[in-house]
């Protein structure tokens, strides 16, 4: 069964509004982590934005938030007042805490921005 | 350097070479990672080290692949007899195990492998 879900292949979005990409994910473990990444068509992984399963509150940084329902297991990345800059591929990933932390990913929404 | 440095960046080998790939983590970073991305796809988990020791390589896809890590920081993946199905762009990555689940990772820019 998969760990992370992206169900968004593909989003469109136009400058200056906000978009939502999605993320659900399955583990047993009470403590876990969820994971931001986007990757530009130059292929960097750039980290974005992590939550805690045990942080009270939802993350965010800059533009970035993460809309974190514990009981639905989902981790929403919100993207406020796009910029053509995000143009990317962003992919969530989850850490469960169990021994080792190897990160597993989702498949991943490409997000285009136009003007 | 300061990043997870990668080489080679391109490497283009004929059906059925051996390929080694290098990778160098983040000085200080105790755990290093393996991903695989093909094209258009997602990252695909191959190895994880803590140290020199690998408690997770369940990723591995066969039994020509293999990696290795030596006094705690660079990391060579061997990809022997390779097939075409191997071309992929190959991600490594380091970390600083936090104990928990948080901390997240730092990626190199990859090392793209072409198998003709």
């Known amino acids: 069964a998969q760990k992370i879900t992206q169900t968004q292949p593909g989003m469109f979005v136009q400058e200056k509004e906000a978009v939502t990409l999605d993320c659900t994910y399955d583990?047993?473990?009470?403590?876990?982590?969820l994971f931001w990444y986007k990757q530009p068509s130059s292929g960097e992984m750039i980290f974005l934005i992590y939550?805690?399963?045990?942080?009270?509150q939802n993350a965010t940084e800059g533009r970035y938030s993460l809309n974190f329902q514990k009981a639905r297991k989902s981790a929403n990345l919100v993207i406020s007042a796009s910029q053509l800059g995000d143009s990317a591929m962003y992919f969530c990933?989850?850490?469960?805490?169990?021994?080792?932390?190897?990160?597993?990913f989702g498949k991943g929404t490409m997000l285009l921005v136009s003007p | 350097g300061a990043g997870v440095s990668q080489s080679p960046s391109n490497k283009v080998t004929e059906k059925g070479k051996d390929v080694e790939l290098r990778c160098d983590p983040i000085?200080?970073?105790?755990?290093l990672y393996w991903y695989r991305q093909s094209l258009g796809q997602g990252l695909e988990f191959l190895i994880y080290?803590?140290?020199?020791?690998?408690?997770?390589k369940s990723g591995l896809p066969s039994d020509r692949f293999s990696a290795e890590r030596t006094g705690g920081s660079v990391s060579t993946l061997t990809i022997q007899r390779t097939q075409q199905e191997d071309s992929a762009v190959y991600l490594c990555?380091?970390?600083?195990?936090?104990?928990?689940?948080?901390?997240?990772?730092?990626f190199g820019e990859g090392s793209r492998l072409t198998v003709l």
């Open positions: 990555a380091s970390s600083v195990p936090s104990g928990g689940p948080a901390g997240e990772l730092f």
């Open positions: 583990t047993s473990d009470p403590s876990y982590g």
């Open positions: 939550q805690g399963s045990y942080d009270q």
């Open positions: 990933a989850m850490r469960e805490n169990s021994g080792y932390s190897t990160l597993t």
């Open positions: 000085s200080g970073h105790t755990a």
């Open positions: 080290f803590q140290g020199n020791s690998a408690p997770d």
